[in-house]
């Protein structure tokens, strides 16, 4: 059953190129997309003073590779037109006396606007030019020091705005990624398997099958088996692409990876099969499997919403979201190394999963055609 | 099972989708050995019963004994005995001939040491020599159904459901199909086959007629022909036709009058019209008759008559 099904896999390679080439394309559009992190957010400039200072503050927004600048302006009222045609989310505005202040006060208040229609995005821009600005203050008082020669009372320098917090770049591609990773596993391997038996009854050879002596699970892992091996491809290519191109730092085992993968693939594969054995249209199946696993994996699976910042209702449907336990023993074993035993909570959810979901499998298959 | 009990024995089988009884309470009983033709207009309930019978379909009253298993509570025992080709062609097209053997051998459970032996005897009963290693979407109907055929004997199955086997199949083809089919009988297979080629009917041992889910007559072909008529079979050459069925269709005597080709058959029975008044009789009506004569019913004739409905659901498809 397994050696059949394989060979088909071979005979349709637009399939298997597809099922082997879409988790890595995911993988990209995902890595990149779904990252909080922000690069050359445009930044238009209203330098009143445009002195060596001014400027200077300015190359150091730049530099920092946070903000590209999309335009310099001549008068205030331009910030706005700037940002309602899109050119630029963020505006700095440095007034006329801004070197002279900082000359004479050591300090000197320069405008930061934002475009907050994207709040995130604002959020974490403001984020960055607070860290360029902090960084523009240390070099400040450090030359105040040495022109001055007296350590002054802290007096804010430069002043943008009260503080946010700052995000350091890596921070939330290290977390997601490897979230990235399980939902991927979970959308890919559910749509594979959800066609296998579907595709049987479209072309008539179910009712061939179950006219012979085989069996249920004779069928359930004949199916299964050749599907689980690209499935762990898969997450191989994944996770090597996680390590490889988005340079998310690996610092668990091999071994706990693989166990747990393997785990996971078994949950993945038997929702995809039971849901392709209790729907006998391939296009049927495959939309189903999409609704089941999409919509939970990407809301509830806290990949990107934190799962502990949902409401307590949420928070408890979410423990049935399986590919949550998955996000979570991924991120352990990447970030902290997390070994078998440090996972056990995610690792029985998922193996109650397994267990459950190969039962009900096993079950739904009948050897009838009413 | 002892050796004269029933291949296949049907009582009182039923199977009604929703408020719709395809199978209405089919009684059918069948020797070891025996070839016997299922023949029915399409939806006449063919399919269904052969379904029931190698439990696919769960009956929804009655029952019924296949290889001696009960085919409700003993689906698994009678699946391992029976052989079945499904109505639509239903091996793996992507794969070759070789490989659908080899699986079918596999979930057959046939030994290991026999399957070499076995898909040899497939294929050179199929003819496929020399195509072993063609996808089978690529083969010709014949072919393939032979393949078919092939795949459902691997594990010698004493008893073969075949459901249309040879639709869709050119005239040599389905010569040679049922030869094999005689040479498997010969061995003492079972076999029933359903068929809408009358000419087909003349092959089996046996031929059941269902309509409507009723089995209306089952006996041999000569049986058939001879007693089920109930009157002389007469060919009537005349013009118009369909007025001619008519104006018969309620004169003394006359059994039946359906139409044929460009002819009409009309069955006489006794104490009425004989084939002489014929002429004189439709003259009346106005309608002209050029020749009047005797022919051996067909079974097709047979199977006209007792299909009761109206002229269009009596054309056999």
């Not at chain 1, 690209?230 to 693989?258: E, M, N």
């Not at chain 2, 190698?54 to 298993?69: D, K, Y």
């Not at chain 2, 290693?133 to 083969?139: E, K, Q």
């Not at chain 2, 003349?202 to 007693?227: F, M, Q, V, W």
Request: with cysteine; charged share 20%.
């Amino acid at each position: 059953m397994a050696y059949k099904e394989m060979l088909q896999i071979r005979r349709d390679p637009r399939s298997l190129a597809i099922a082997l080439l879409m988790p890595l394309m995911q993988m990209a559009m995902l890595g990149y997309g779904v990252s909080l992190d922000i690069r050359h957010v445009p930044l238009c400039v209203y330098d009143q003073e445009n002195s060596q200072q001014s400027r200077a503050i300015v190359d150091q927004f730049i530099s920092s590779g946070w903000f590209s600048i999309s335009q310099t302006l001549d008068r205030q009222s331009d910030i706005r037109h700037a940002m309602d045609r899109g050119e630029c989310v963020a505006a700095l505005v440095i007034p006329a006396d801004f070197s002279r202040q900082l000359a004479t006060t050591g300090s000197a208040n320069m405008q930061a606007v934002f475009d907050a229609t994207d709040v995130n995005t604002t959020n974490i821009a403001l984020g960055y030019a607070q860290g360029v600005v902090a960084q523009a203050n240390a070099q400040i008082a450090a030359d105040w020091n040495a022109s001055h020669g007296v350590h002054p009372s802290p007096v804010g320098q430069i002043d943008l705005e009260p503080g946010t917090w700052f995000n350091e770049t890596l921070d939330s591609r290290n977390f997601i990624i490897p979230g990235v990773v399980a939902v991927i596993l979970a959308l890919v391997g559910a749509q594979l398997t959800s066609l296998t038996i579907s595709r049987e009854w479209e072309r008539g050879t179910m009712e061939q099958l179950i006219s012979t002596p085989v069996s249920a699970l004779e069928v359930m892992f004949g199916k299964l088996l050749p599907y689980f091996a690209i499935g762990l491809i898969d997450a191989g290519f994944c996770l090597i692409s996680a390590v490889a191109w988005f340079g998310i730092p690996f610092r668990g085992s091999i071994v706990t990876l693989f166990v747990t993968t393997t785990l996971f693939n078994v949950v993945v594969l038997g929702i995809g099969y039971l849901i392709s054995v209790r729907i006998r249209s391939q296009l049927g199946a495959s939309q189903i499997a999409l609704l089941v696993t999409m919509l939970p994996t990407t809301l509830l699976s806290g990949y990107t919403f934190p799962i502990d910042q949902m409401p307590a209702p949420i928070q408890a449907i979410s423990l049935i979201v399986y590919p949550r336990y998955f996000v979570t023993i991924l991120r352990a074993i990447f970030l902290k190394g997390s070994g078998l035993s440090d996972l056990w909570m995610p690792l029985a959810g998922l193996s109650c999963y397994a267990v459950i979901i190969l039962w009900l499998a096993a079950r739904a298959f009948r050897k009838r055609l009413d | 099972m002892s050796a004269d009990a029933p291949a296949i024995l049907a009582q009182a089988l039923t199977k009604k989708f929703q408020s719709f009884t395809a199978v209405d309470h089919l009684d059918l009983s069948i020797a070891k050995g025996e070839i016997v033709g299922f023949i029915g207009p399409n939806g006449a309930g063919k399919s269904t019963t052969i379904r029931m019978l190698c439990g696919l379909l769960r009956p929804s009253e009655g029952s019924a004994q296949v290889a001696g298993f009960d085919v409700s509570s003993e689906a698994e025992a009678v699946r391992e005995h029976i052989g079945y080709m499904s109505q639509k062609f239903s091996l793996y097209g992507d794969l070759t001939v070789r490989e659908n053997l080899r699986f079918f051998g596999g979930i057959y459970r046939v030994a290991r040491r026999e399957i070499d032996e076995r898909m040899k005897f497939a294929i050179s009963m199929a003819g496929l020599e020399g195509r072993e290693d063609r996808l089978v979407r690529t083969l010709a109907g014949g072919w393939k159904q032979r393949l078919a055929l092939g795949c459902a004997i691997l594990h010698r199955p004493p008893i073969l459901f075949l459901d249309e086997p040879t639709s869709g199949v050119e005239p040599e083809a389905r010569r040679r199909f049922w030869d094999l089919i005689h040479e498997f009988a010969a061995d003492g297979v079972t076999i029933l086959v359903s068929t809408h080629y009358m000419d087909e009917a003349e092959y089996c041992n046996r031929i059941a007629l269902i309509d409507r889910g009723k089995l209306i007559a089952i006996g041999t072909p000569s049986e058939l022909r001879a007693h089920q008529l109930g009157g002389e079979l007469f060919e009537v050459g005349c013009a118009p036709l369909g007025a001619a069925m008519k104006a018969l269709s309620d004169a003394p005597g006359v059994v039946d009058a359906a139409i044929f080709g460009d002819r009409l058959h009309v069955v006489l029975g006794a104490g009425g019209l004989d084939a002489a008044d014929l002429p004189g009789f439709l003259g009346e009506h106005g309608i002209e008759v050029d020749q009047v004569r005797s022919v051996p019913p067909s079974l097709e004739d047979v199977f006209v008559q007792l299909v009761s409905g109206s002229p269009e659901e009596r054309m056999i498809p």
